[in-house]
Structures are given as C-alpha cells and as structure tokens.
C-alpha cells in the first residue's frame, strides 16, 4: 500500500467518503468567498477611484489625482520645502515642547482623577493612558474656561502653579505605586495561534501618516473656520483677558472646549500667534491617540490583530487627516466619541473580581460624551442621545439608574460651557433654541437665516442616495479600506453581539446627519473611529492563510495609495519644513489684502473689514461679523450722515474699511446665507464722493478693495500693498 492511500477495509466503511468530503467542500467554500470577496473589493476600489474631486482644480477623478501624484511627487514634494528650498524644523522645537507638556500634564491630570476614582481598576495600561489623556484634556479646558469666565487669564500663575502641583502629585504617585503595587493590570486574552500576523510591529506603518499629521499640525491655519473662529475666538479671550461673549462671533459663543487649548498656549507663551500653532498640534496629537484608543478597543473586545488593523486603517484616512492637521476639531470630537462607546461596551462586560465595575465605566462613559459636547454641540445628538438610550435598553429590563449616573457624569463633563452661554446670553444653548431660551443679539429674521442655513435642504430619495453614496464612497477624503472591510466584519463568528452594536450606532449618526443637520461631512466623520473598528473585525474575520495574504496586500497599497493623498496637499497645507516667519508673512497662505493691511495701517488704528470674516491673521485691532451676527457697517453708516458715518469711523481708530466683493457675492447666491442688501458699490461710490473714503486700492487679482478713511491714517503707502503684478492703482469711482 502506497503512503498517504486509505486502507481499503477504511474505505470501504459505510460513511467514509460522505465524511471526508465536507471537509473538501468546506475548503472550496472558502475559497469561493475569497475571490467572491476580493471581485467586490476590486469592483468597489474601481468605483471609488473614478470618483471626482470637487475641491481639486478641475474637478479630477481620484485615479487621475493619484496617477499624478505617483508619476510627479516632485510637483507636490517642492511644496514641502518652498521656494527657495529649505529645510527648517529648528522654529518648530518650541511649539512641539509647548504641546508636549500640555499634553503630558493634561494625561496626567486625568490620570490622577481616574486613580482618586478608582476609574483605572480592571484596566490594562494602554487603557488606563487613553483614558487618562481623554479625561485630562477635557478637565484642563473646563478649567480654563473658568478661569476665563472670572477674568483671570492675564495670571499665568494660575496656570503654571497647578502644573507644577500635578507634575509633582504624579510623580509621588509613581513611587508609591512602585512600593505597593494595588493590583496588577488586568490580563487581556490574545489568541495563541499565528501570533506572527499583523502583530504590534505592524503600527509602524502608521508612522509616516502621524509624521505628517503632526508637521502639518505646527503650520499656520489656512482653513475658513479655524480663521474665523477656531482660532479667532481664543485669540480675542486672550487680547481680552477674559472669556466674553462676542456679539460678532456667533460661532464664538458656542462650546469651544479644544478651542480652549489654543487659550491656554496663548496665555502661557503671552503670543497669539504661536500659542495658536501650539493648540494646532495639540489638536493633531489626538488623532495618534485616538489610533492608539483603537488598539486598545480592537485588543480588549476582539483581538490585537483587530486593533492594529483599525488603528493602521483610521490614522490613513485622508478626512482625519486633514482636519486634524488644519485646526478643525473633529479629530478631538472622533477621539472622544470613541473613549465613550468603549466605556459604555466595557460597562456591560462581565467584570470578575471588580465590584462596581459596571458603575465606574459608565461615569467614565458620561464625563467623555460631556467632553465630546464640550468640543460641538452635534455632540449631544451624537453621543449622548444613542449612549443613553442604550444603557436604558441594553438590559434585561429598562434601568433608569446608569443612564442617570450617565447623564450626570455628562454635566459634569460640559455643563460650564451651559451655563456659561446662560449668564452671558440668557440661553445656555446659543444660539440654539431660540424660539425656547432667546438669547442676546438673536431675533426671529436672524433665527430664521440660521435655521436656513444649517437644516436639512430636503428629503428626496435622490437626496437620501446621495447622501448615502457620500458615506460610504464618493465622500471627498474617504479611505477605501474603511467601508468595505467594516461590510465584511459581518462575517466575524463569536462576535456578532459587539458588531451588532457598533453598526446599529454608526447607522444612527448617518441617520440624524441627514435628518437633522445641513450634511456637510464634518458632522459624520467623527463617527470614523467606529467604522476603523469595524474594519479590523472585517480584515480579520479569516485567520486563513489565503486571506492574511489578501489583507496583507490590501493594506500596503490602501495605506500607500492614502498616503499619496494626505502629503499632496489637495485637502490641507504641506508646507512642512518652510521656516514659519515666512508662513506668517509671505504670500500663498492668506489672504494678500490681510498682508497688505499689516504694513500700511498704522500703529494705533484698525480695520473695518465687511464681507470677511477670517480675522485671525490681521495683527493690528479689527472690527468685523460674521454673516449671522448684526453687521458693524450696517450699524455705523445706516440712518447717518456722511460726516457722522467718517466721524463714527474716526472715534473706532478705523483707517481703512477692507470690502471683500468676492465672499458678498457668494454670500448672496441662491441657497446660500444671505448678506444686507444695504452694502452696495454705489454706496462706497457716494461716501468717496461725500469726502469718508479716499480713492480706493483694488486688484484685478482680488475682489477685494481697501477704502482708506480720510483722516483716518497720516502717510500713503511707500510700496504697492500687495505682492502680485502689476501694481495696485487707484480705482475708477462710478459716479
């Protein structure tokens, strides 16, 4: 008998062949769904790439953007370094320090409330510092928030006195926490076998995409909103020294709890300017954290393969990071949400050995959703809302005591920010409900414009496929790793439960996104994490030999393709090694009347600016709105005269009011917010006429002018404001 041949008395027993040849079925079937899996993959990559995007000149397929730059990376690379080239990170050691220290002080004021707590029992230490970070960088904002709201920001000593404090509790800490260890951190089981696959090295590959995040975090803001408000909020605190209610600002008088970050560096460097970089990187330190709360997640409630494959599938994803690179805080609110839902799924864990374990994770769940309220307000709908409702019901029976210690720790974590906007505003929502609260500056024309703009434009199916489609495929910055291999985490056995779960609450944000919100990406992106989760459950739903190869090259050429993306400079700012002075005040990053403003206007004096709303380059004092709020020009010149209207100017120390026609027209577009219909060109042609304006400077570059006031500066400009050919020259007047 030949080796490896059945015994014929075997093979003649009834039974055998049926008995043997499941097994070569099985094997097929596997295979079956491999290469059915892989043909879906193949035919959604396919379509992902032949997407356009809208934001790219031209409106270019996503294949063609990438061919481009996987052909010609010198086009994008030259950016990195200017022209000419350098190569300059010297300037940038401070800000990265000033960060690392807010950091490290904020993770350890959160490590030292989860100890007092006992918050940190039954964690492992990957746990305990995701955790620690989450809660520190909340309670550091809330306090510097009060210390704003009483007047105190000009005291830096109560600032760098509590640092000393806690630096000095932590470090007692550790020494008796080395003299009598509590307790040993809690195990975590890890499969034994094939140990060797996508194990912890593998976060390497993440490597350069935290690199570029964070370089990108150091640069001077170029977005709309970090101008206008994210950063120009805290700026106008810090000139203040207090946190006010900003009647001009809308979005000024709303949660800012990242925003509050970027106060702190400012009061503790006394420079706007570079306090602003400094909260920049903070805000995109939290993305590597957030990649390192999904390993943590992926390894406590599915496997360490899970984790580092989410952690390796979020931190690639162009959408996180941009924004975290340019100032938007959606990557802290993502960070936030994330730390809740773990909280909340580890809350309904069985916890051997831990009495109260249920109760301590959800007060940890509560603080951390009040935290992601503190960052937006959506954070309500989007954390609060689904996390309670599942404490409610999750139960054999509904229990109204978790969600009540939920919605208190919930308060605890945003509820100054309420009341803030109350004592300021008479609304502790402003400038929401005000057809319940009012609130300061609001009417019902103004309400309205808000609602207009910021609700839902229509229900059609069209509508709802589209906005589907965004979600899972044509979003701009989207990731082709993350949606097709969260889909296949429905195929992971044993951990249906926890699947179930983290799709039914994706499902709910996508759902109140276009129910309730004006649909703009940046309100369902924070949900990424969830997904990235569900990605490395979907990646690893196999261990068979065949698919760690599928995955395997999958993730390479995903997270190389992404890569191209994040580093090009279509969707942020690369700039990564330009010396930062020259960032400040060359041309390309902001607007180049801003510039010219800078150097004409004269010490002393400001600037009127109307139809502009990102002030926070201008460096002398600026009067400005935002298209919601009350218009200060509206306000100056409405119901006066031409003499009144130049002496109203004068009395403000105004020297030049910057129109910006360009944002006005916009502005004024079919379906867009709307701007008073009093500011018109022939009203500026009257107020030169009448002797308020001098003759104006304009661009055939820009569509914006520049009036200076008469009287209002002392000499003319020595050199053409802006830097573009050719020079500026008068403007025509119509008369």
């Known amino acids: 008998m030949k080796p490896g041949e059945a015994h014929p008395a075997q093979s003649n027993r009834p039974g055998a062949g049926a008995a043997a040849r499941p097994a070569v079925d099985l094997r097929r079937s596997h295979w079956a769904v491999l290469s059915i899996l892989v043909l879906l993959f193949i035919a959604y990559v396919a379509i992902f790439y032949a997407c356009p995007l809208p934001s790219v000149r031209g409106q270019i397929r996503r294949f063609d953007f990438l061919t481009w730059a996987a052909l010609l990376p010198d086009q994008f690379i030259s950016v990195w370094f200017g022209d000419p080239p350098q190569f300059m990170l010297r300037d940038r050691l401070g800000v990265l320090c000033a960060a690392a220290a807010i950091l490290a002080v904020s993770a350890m004021v959160g490590r030292l409330l989860m100890r007092g707590l006992g918050l940190d029992r039954g964690l492992t230490r990957l746990e305990v510092g995701v955790f620690s970070a989450g809660v520190g960088l909340n309670t550091v904002s809330l306090y510097v928030l009060a210390v704003g709201m009483v007047g105190k920001l000009r005291n830096v000593y109560l600032f760098t006195v509590p640092a000393c404090l806690v630096v000095a509790a932590m470090v007692a800490l550790a020494v008796v926490e080395r003299r ?9 089981q890890q499969p034994a076998r094939r140990r060797e696959w996508l194990r912890r090295r593998w976060l390497w590959m993440g490597a350069p995409f935290v690199a570029a995040i964070m370089l990108g975090g150091m640069l001077p803001p170029i977005d709309f909103d970090v101008r206008e408000y994210h950063l120009q909020a805290p700026k106008e605190f810090f000139q203040q020294g207090q946190v006010v209610f900003l009647p001009h600002n809308i979005y000024g008088n709303m949660a800012l709890g990242s925003e509050m970050l970027s106060l702190l560096a400012m009061v503790l460097l006394d420079d706007w300017w570079f306090g602003a970089l400094v909260g920049k990187t903070v805000i995109a330190a939290v993305t590597p954290l957030t990649a390192l709360a999904l390993l943590a997640a992926g390894l406590r409630l599915f496997s360490l393969r899970a984790g580092v494959v989410a952690a390796l599938v979020y931190i690639s994803i162009p959408w996180i990071s941009q924004v975290s690179s340019n100032g938007l805080v959606e990557g802290v609110s993502a960070f936030y949400l994330l730390l809740s839902v773990f909280a909340v799924l580890l809350s309904r864990a069985p916890s051997e050995g831990q009495p109260g374990a249920a109760w301590r994770r959800v007060l940890l769940a509560g603080y951390l959703s009040g935290a992601a309220v503190s960052c937006k307000y959506p954070g309500l709908l989007f954390v609060v809302v689904p996390l309670a409702a599942y404490l409610w019901l999750a139960g054999r029976k509904a229990d109204w005591k978790p969600v009540a210690l939920f919605l208190a720790a919930t308060l605890a974590g945003c509820g100054l920010w309420f009341y803030k906007n109350w004592l300021l505003t008479g609304n502790p929502t402003y400038p929401l409900l005000y057809e319940v609260f009012g609130g300061a500056t609001r009417t ?9 703009a910021h609700t839902p434009s229509g229900y059609s199916f069209e509508q709802l496929a589209a906005g589907l489609a965004k979600v899972f495929c044509t979003s701009e910055w989207l990731s082709p790793l993350v949606m097709p291999l969260a889909v296949m985490a429905w195929l992971a056995r044993g951990q249906r439960r926890q699947v179930m779960f983290l799709w039914g609450f994706f499902a709910y944000v996508v759902a109140a996104w276009w129910l309730l919100t004006h649909r703009i990406d940046r309100f369902w992106i924070p949900a990424l994490p969830v997904v990235a989760l569900l990605a490395g459950v979907g990646a690893t739903w196999s261990a068979s030999l065949g698919w760690r190869r599928i995955v395997t090259a999958i993730l390479i050429c995903g997270l190389m393709a992404n890569f191209l993306f994040v580093v090009s400079g279509a969707g942020g700012y690369n700039a990564y090694f330009v010396q930062l002075e020259k960032l400040r005040h060359g041309p390309g990053r ?18 009127l600016m109307v139809g502009d709303a990102q002030a926070f380059d201008l460096e002398m004092p600026v009067l400005y709105n935002t298209v919601f709020d009350d218009s200060v020009f509206v306000r100056m010149c409405q119901g006066r005269s031409a003499e009144e209207i130049r002496e109203a100017l004068l009395s403000e120390r105004i020297s030049h009011v910057y129109v910006h026609w360009g944002e006005i027209a916009r502005y004024r577009k079919h379906g867009n917010y709307g701007f008073p219909m009093f500011v018109q060109p022939a009203l500026f042609d009257q107020l030169i006429q009448h002797g308020v304006f001098d003759a104006p400077w304009q661009s055939q570059f820009h569509r914006g002018m520049v009036y200076p006031v008469r009287g209002g500066w002392q000499h003319p400009p020595l050199e053409p404001p802006l830097e573009q050919p050719p020079p500026l020259v008068p403007a025509k007047t119509v008369k």
């Not at 902001?590 to 600037?607: E, F, I, K, Q, S």
């Open 444 to 452: 019902v024309e103004k309400n309205h414009q808000w609602l207009l």
């Open 590 to 607: 902001t607007d180049p009347w801003h510039r010219a403003l800078n150097r004409l206007v004269p010490p002393g004096h400001g600037v």
């Open 180 to 188: 009598w260890r509590r307790e040993p951190p809690a195990p975590v």
